[in-house]
Structures are given as C-alpha cells and as structure tokens.
C-alpha cells in the first residue's frame, strides 16, 4: 500500500465519515431483515441479518481505531463478514438478473454497498492485528452461521433463487473457506513475512 494511501486510511476525519456510514448501513440492513427477523425463532435470531452484523464489527473496529484502541477479535470478525457477506449479497443479486428476475434500484444499491463492504474491510488489513486464533473463532463462526442458514433454513430470502438453495449452500460454504484463507494470508502469513524481513 502506498504511503499516501495508509496516510489517507488513518486520518479521523475519514474514519469517522466511514463510521457514519456504516452506522446508517448498518440500521438501514437491520430494518431490511425487519419481517424475516418477526417470522425467525428467537435462538436463530442473532445468525439472520448476516450484513448488518458485518457492518456492525466494522462500527466497532473504527470506533476503537478513533480512540486509539485495538479489538483484533472483532477486527477478525468484521474482515471476514465484510468480505464473505459483501461478495455474497452481490453474487445473489446478479444471480436474481440471470433468472430472469428485473434488478430496479434497490437491487443495484445493494450490488454497489455490499461491494463497498468487502473492499472497505480489505483496505484496512493493514492496521489490524489479528492473531491465527482470532481468525479460528472468526471461521468458526463463518461456518457454523453457514449451517445454521442452510441446514436450518435461516439463510437471508432471494425469492427468485428460492429453488436454488442447495446450490447456494454449497458455493457459500465454499465462499466461507476462500474467505478465512485470504484473510490468513492477508492479514497473519503477510505480517509473518514481514516480521521475518
């Protein structure tokens, strides 16, 4: 990363507009979830609304950049959603245009945020400090939300995709996997390299 760039990433005032951001993505994502969340069980409750959660970490880890702290855990736990629930929602809505289903605004704004999403979480690998184990509980995590959406029916509702879900299933599984081993590679195997040089 270019210093410019870093420089640009660290500053309050950049970081405190992303906080804003996020925040108003983040009520914005909770309301979007609001009549599948009245219909969910509350035990499955906190593994529906899978973005705004992702966004919510992302809150946390900049808040805690603003006021000089470090959360490496939830660092590990924003990166990973931001990354596998941005790809994902993006997949599912140009997927929805290929069935035959017509994209109107909301669904372009929702390619366009959730792509926001996964970049954003990656520009900032940079500054975390993410340790292997933060990383085990973030995959752990990853997964068993996988098995809770696709074994127990609790995955977010594409009516145009709803006969494909097994397919769904098993390519976010999959999505779950290259996630957890690009931000190993990011964010520990790189800073084990640097370390070394």
């Given at each position: 990363m270019s210093a410019v760039w870093y420089y640009f990433l660290q500053q309050r005032n950049v970081m405190l507009v992303l906080l804003i951001i996020n925040t108003v993505g983040t009520i914005y994502g909770y309301y979007w979830y609001g009549v599948q969340l009245a219909e969910t069980p509350p035990i499955f409750l906190p593994f529906v609304p899978d973005s705004p959660t992702a966004s919510l970490f992302f809150c946390v880890v900049l808040f805690a950049f603003l006021i000089k702290k470090r959360a490496p855990l939830i660092e590990a736990l924003a990166v990973t959603s931001l990354f596998k629930y941005g790809i994902w929602a993006v997949g599912m809505n140009i997927a929805s245009g290929f069935t035959g289903f017509e994209l109107t605004f909301p669904n372009y704004m929702l390619i366009v945020s959730h792509a926001c999403m996964a970049i954003e979480g990656l520009l900032y690998i940079p500054f975390y400090r993410i340790k292997m184990w933060h990383l085990v509980v973030a995959g752990v995590i990853l997964l068993h939300n996988d098995?809770?959406?696709?074994?127990?029916?609790?995955?977010?509702?594409?009516?145009?995709?709803?006969?494909?879900?097994?397919?769904i299933g098993y390519l976010t599984f999959w999505l779950s996997v290259l996630t957890i081993f690009l931000v190993y590679f990011l964010c520990i195997k790189r800073q084990s390299i640097s370390l070394k040089n």
């Open positions: 098995i809770i959406d696709y074994v127990f029916g609790m995955m977010p509702r594409y009516d145009p995709l709803a006969n494909y879900q097994h397919v």
